[in-house]
């Protein structure tokens, strides 16, 4: 009777799992036909650090300063990191500027954005 009880477990056990990986399957479709994007974390280096990489592949002649005809097209948040307004960021205006953006985005403070900070960030 035990013995039995333990088998039929153990085979509707298996039964769930095959179940829930096709259920994960189907989410996951589900997920990418809508875009979903899952959610994440970056840490204040990570930010930091691809931060930079992105500031050497716009400073194409690589004086380490970004120039108006460098940049993609005209960006607010990027011409806000020109803090003396000469028209030129300098690799110290974008590190200020990035990680105070950072900042901005971390809304509690613990050296982390998440996608949720990043959405609610957008918000305001
Ligand atoms: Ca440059
Ligand atoms: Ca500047």
Do not use: Y
């Not at 009777?1 to 153990?10: E, I, S």
């Not at 400073?59 to 948040?77: C, I, Y």
Request: hydrophobic content about 35%; charged content about 30%; aromatic content about 6%.
């Amino acid at each position: 009777m035990q013995v039995k009880l333990v088998t039929a477990l153990a085979a509707t056990g298996i039964l769930v799992s095959a179940c829930g990986d096709k259920d994960a399957q189907r989410a996951q479709a589900d997920a990418n036909a809508v875009g979903f994007v899952p959610p994440s974390v970056t840490s204040r280096l990570d930010f930091g650090a691809s931060m930079e990489r992105r500031f050497r592949t716009l400073d194409r002649n690589g004086d380490d300063r970004v120039t108006k005809d460098e940049l993609p097209s005209p960006n607010a948040r990027i011409k806000a990191f020109d803090r003396n307004k000469d028209g030129v960021i300098t690799a110290i205006e974008w590190s200020e500027g990035t990680l105070a953006w950072f900042d901005r985005m971390d809304l509690n403070h613990d050296g982390t954005v998440t996608s949720e900070e990043r959405a609610e960030s957008r918000k305001r």
